[in-house]
C-alpha cells in the first residue's frame, strides 16, 4: 500500500483532498477512515494497518470539515506510539490534532484546572515509586530487597488503575497471591504507608494524575463541561489494555456522548497483571447497541507462514474464565498479504549455552545473507535471560541493543550530536542562505555529525567505537527518512525540533543493531527476522502461571511475539539449564501440534543438540538497478520503487477491469482473485502461457487453474489493441 506524503496532500491534482486521503487503503481500513460518526469498534489483528487507518479517519475528518482538529483527542498507551501517531498525522496534514497517552492527557488538564479546582500549585509528580515503597517499608519495620520493591510497587499500580484504596484493597485482592512475598493485610498495610508518605511531601504518582482528573471531573461540572466542550471526538488505540481507571477517565470525558472510536486486539491482551482488561473491548458493543463493527484481519506485516503458525496457536487456546461474549473465544484469523517465505524453524538445543551460541550462529547467516542487524530480534521471556544472548552475540562479533537498557536520548554522543546539530541550526536561520535547496538537510546532517566523528563507512571493531558511530549512523538515517516523509519545506531547524519532541517522549530512531528484548517490550514493533528463545516449561509458560486465565494469558503473549516476525522466525528452547546438566526440561505445551514430528522426539535428549540450521534466502534483487527488494510488493513485483514502471497502463487497468468483474461474480474481495502486485508482475512479464503465467510470483497453481486461460485472453487482447 502507497504511503501519502505532505506533497501528495497539497491542491493542484485530479483527487480531492479527502480522496487522496483515502486512496491506498484497502477495504476495511478505508471504511474504517470514511466511517466519521457515532461509535465505532475497530477490531485490528497483529500487522493489519491500525495505526494507518485511524490516522487516516482523522486526517479524513478533519480535510472534509467533519472534525475540528483542536477538537478531537486520540489516546493511546506508550510515548513512543503517541509520538508515532503525531508524526503520521503530521505527514498527513493534520499535524494539530492531539495524541498523547492517557497519562499525559490527564496530567494537561490536571495543570490546567488545579488553581480553580483545588487551589494552590500542582504537587511534585512522581517518577518513580521505588524509593518511597522503600521507605513505606520501613516505616512498617519490613525487610525488602530491590526485587521486594519493585514487586510492591506492581501491586500499588494494580491496586490504584483497579480503583482500589488501602480500606478496599484486602477485599478485591483475594487470589493475587503474596505480593512481594507479603500477606495481602500486610500489603494492604504498605499501600496505606506509600500513601502516607506521599502526603507528607506533597508527592503524586502516575495513578494519582489519573485518579484526581477523575475526581475533578466527577464533582465539578463547571470543570467537566469545560473538557466536553473542548473534545468533541475521541480515538482509542490499544483499547484492550485499559484499565478501569482510564475506562472511567474516557466516560467522564464523554460525559454520554458517543463520539467515540477504540481500536484493539483482545488476542493481544498481555498485561493483566498491570489491570488491564480486554473486557471494555470485548463488552463494547453492549455499551453501545448501536456501534458498527470493523475487522481488519488483512496482515501485511508477516509471510503466510508466520500468519499460519500464529492463526494455529490461537486456535488450540482454551478460554479461560467468563465467556460473556463470543468474539473473547473467537479471534481474529489473519489473512497474509505478502509473499510466501521460508517455514519457521523449530531449534532444541542441549542447553542454555548451546542455544544462545546457536541462535548466534543463525544471525551470523542472516547478516552475511544481506540481512540488516536492526531487522532482527531475540525475545525472551523474562529479562534474566539477556546475559547468555549478550555474550554469545559479543563472542560472535555482533552488535546488539538491549531494549530497555541506556536510553538513546540519553548517551553522550546522540546529546553531544544534538547540541551541535542546534548551533548549526541557528547559524543557518541568521545567514543569507534562502536560496539554499531544503534537499541538503541530509548533507547538512552529515557535516555536522561528521566533525564528532561520524563517518559512512562503520568502523571495523565493535565495542564503544561501533556503539557511537551507530548512535550517530541513527541521527542520519532519521534525517534521510524525514526529508522523505516531510517533503522539500523540511530544514535543519525542523530537524532539531523533531529531535527535541522525541527526546521528551523517548521515541528513537533505529539503531544498527540486534535488539535484545523481553516479549512484553516488544509489543508494537516489528523486525524482518524474529528469534523466540527459551521456550520450554517454566519459562513458557512462566512457571507462576498457575491459572486457567494466567495460562491464557502466556499464549496470548507467545502470539505477540510470533506476530513481530516479518519473514524469518525461529523457535527454540533447552533440554537443560547448564552444559552437562540434566535434560529434564520440556520444550512448552504451546508448542504443541505446531512443530513437525521430528522435533518432539526425546530419543536425542542427552545427544548433541538438534539444530535445524538457520539458512536464509539470499535477497531479492531489483531487476533494473540491482538494488537489494525491501518490501513484499516490491520483491513480488521484482522492481524496487524508485526504478520506473515497465508495463503499459491500459494492460494493468484491463487486468483491474478482468479481476473487478470476477470479483463480482464470484462475491470474493478483489485481492482474493490477485492483489495489486500480482497485476503489476503480470502486466509487466507479459507472460504468453501458461507456463510464463505460473513463474510470476502469486499466481499458485491453484488460481492458475481457476484464472490463468481468463488471465492470458486479457493478455492477448491488449497485445492487439
Not at 461474549?325 to 481474529?332: E, H, R, V, Y
Not at 548512535?471 to 525542523?494: I, T
Not at 520503487?641 to 464470484?666: D, G, H, I, K, N
Request: net charge negative; proline share 4%; hydrophobic share 40%.
Amino acid at each position: 500500500m502507497a504511503e501519502i506524503s505532505q506533497q501528495d496532500l497539497r491542491p493542484g491534482t485530479e483527487l480531492s483532498l479527502e480522496e487522496r486521503v483515502l486512496s491506498g487503503l484497502d477495504e476495511e481500513q478505508r471504511l474504517v477512515a470514511s466511517t466519521l460518526t457515532g461509535p465505532l469498534c475497530v477490531l485490528a489483528g497483529a500487522g493489519t494497518g491500525k495505526t494507518r487507518a485511524i490516522t487516516h479517519r482523522i486526517a479524513y475528518g478533519v480535510h472534509s470539515g467533519v472534525y475540528q482538529p483542536q477538537r478531537l483527542l486520540a489516546v493511546t498507551f506508550t510515548a513512543r506510539a503517541a509520538a508515532e501517531m503525531r508524526s503520521r498525522l503530521r505527514d498527513l496534514g493534520v499535524g494539530s490534532v492531539q495524541a498523547r497517552t492517557f497519562h499525559a492527557a490527564a496530567l494537561r488538564q490536571l495543570q490546567f484546572f488545579w488553581p480553580q479546582a483545588i487551589g494552590g500549585e500542582l504537587p511534585q509528580l512522581l517518577e518513580h515509586k521505588a524509593a518511597i515503597i522503600a521507605e513505606s517499608a520501613r516505616r512498617l519495620r519490613l525487610s525488602t530487597d530491590r526485587a521486594t520493591v519493585r514487586d510492591l510497587a506492581a501491586e500499588v499500580e494494580w491496586a490504584k488503575v483497579s480503583m482500589l484504596t488501602p480500606e478496599t484493597y484486602l477485599e478485591h485482592a483475594q487470589g493475587r497471591g503474596t505480593p512481594g512475598g507479603f500477606d495481602l493485610l500486610t500489603m494492604s498495610r504498605v499501600f496505606q504507608s506509600y500513601e502516607d508518605v506521599k502526603t507528607d511531601r506533597n508527592l503524586i504518582d502516575f495513578e494519582d494524575v489519573l485518579l484526581i482528573t477523575v475526581g475533578i471531573l466527577q464533582e465539578d461540572d463547571r470543570v467537566a463541561a469545560t473538557v466536553r466542550e473542548q473534545y468533541r471526538h475521541f480515538v482509542v488505540d490499544e483499547y484492550q489494555d485499559v484499565s478501569p481507571l482510564q475506562q472511567r477517565l474516557l466516560e467522564l470525558w464523554l460525559g454520554g456522548r458517543e463520539e467515540l472510536c477504540v481500536v484493539g486486539d483482545a488476542s493481544q491482551t498481555i498485561y493483566s497483571f498491570t489491570g488491564a482488561s480486554a473486557r471494555h473491548l470485548l463488552d463494547f458493543g453492549r455499551r453501545y447497541p448501536n456501534a458498527q463493527l470493523v475487522k481488519l484481519v488483512r496482515d501485511y506485516r508477516s509471510t503466510p507462514q508466520v500468519v499460519q503458525l500464529a492463526n494455529n496457536l490461537l486456535a488450540a487456546r482454551r478460554p479461560a474464565g467468563r465467556q460473556a461474549d463470543a468474539a473473547w473465544s473467537q479471534p481474529l484469523q489473519l489473512v497474509a498479504q505478502r509473499p510466501a517465505g521460508p517455514a519457521p524453524s523449530f531449534v532444541e538445543c542441549s542447553d542454555d549455552e548451546a542455544e544462545a551460541a546457536a541462535i548466534a550462529k543463525g544471525i551470523g547467516a542472516l547478516i552475511e545473507a544481506g540481512t540488516q542487524p536492526a531487522q532482527i530480534a531475540v525475545l525472551f521471556r523474562t529479562n534474566g535471560q539477556s546475559e547468555a544472548y549478550e555474550q554469545a552475540l559479543s563472542a560472535a562479533g555482533i552488535g546488539y541493543q538491549l531494549r530497555g537498557g541506556e536510553r538513546f536520548f540519553a548517551r553522550k554522543e546522540v546529546r553531544d550530536a544534538i547540541l551541535s546539530l542546534r548551533a548549526a541550526s541557528r547559524a543557518d536561520q541568521t545567514s543569507d542562505h534562502d536560496d539554499q535547496p531544503a534537499v541538503a538537510l541530509a548533507q547538512q546532517v552529515r557535516d555536522v555529525l561528521a566533525s564528532i566523528g561520524f563517518t559512512e563507512q562503520a568502523p571495523a571493531g565493535g565495542g564503544a567505537v561501533r556503539e557511537r558511530w551507530e548512535s550517530l549512523a541513527a541521527l542520519v538515517a532519521l534525517a534521510d527518512e524525514l526529508v522523505v516523509s516531510r517533503g522539500a519545506e523540511f530544514r535543519l531547524a525542523d530537524f532539531v525540533a523533531e529531535l527535541q519532541e522525541r527526546s521528551a517522549v523517548q521515541h528513537a530512531p533505529t539503531v544498527q543493531g540486534v535488539t535484545l528484548a523481553s516479549l512484553h517490550s516488544a509489543k508494537g514493533l516489528e523486525w524482518d527476522a524474529v528469534f523466540l528463545v527459551g521456550l520450554s516449561e517454566g519459562l513458557m509458560p512462566i512457571s507462576f502461571a498457575d491459572t486457567a486465565e494466567a495460562v491464557d494469558e502466556e499464549r496470548r503473549l507467545l502470539y505477540v511475539g510470533i506476530t513481530r516476525a516479518r519473514e524469518f522466525l525461529s523457535l527454540s528452547w533447552s533440554l537443560s539449564r547448564t552444559p552437562g546438566g540434566r535434560a529434564n526440561r520440556k520444550p512448552s505445551r504451546f508448542l504443541d501440534g505446531l512443530r513437525p514430528q521430528s522435533a518432539v522426539s526425546r530419543g536425542a535428549a542427552s545427544q548433541s543438540p538438534r539444530r535445524q540450521r538457520a539458512v536464509a534466502k539470499p535477497p531479492a534483487l531489483c531487476r533494473v538497478c540491482g538494488k537489494a527488494l525491501s518490501s513484499g510488493a516490491e520483491r513480488k513485483i521484482g522492481r524496487c520503487a524508485e526504478c520506473p514502471p515497465s508495463y503499459q497502463e491500459a494492460t494493468f487497468e484491463a487486468l483491474r477491469q478482468w479481476r473487478l468483474e470476477e470479483a463480482r461474480s464470484a462475491q470474493l474481495p478483489a485481492f482474493m482473485i490477485f492483489t495489486d502486485a500480482t497485476l503489476v508482475a503480470v502486466a509487466e512479464s507479459e507472460p504468453a502461457s501458461l507456463e510464463e503465467l505460473s513463474a510470476v510470483a502469486g499466481v499458485g497453481p491453484s488460481k492458475l487453474e481457476r484464472y490463468g486461460a481468463a488471465v492470458l485472453q486479457v493478455m492477448s487482447d491488449q497485445q492487439q489493441a
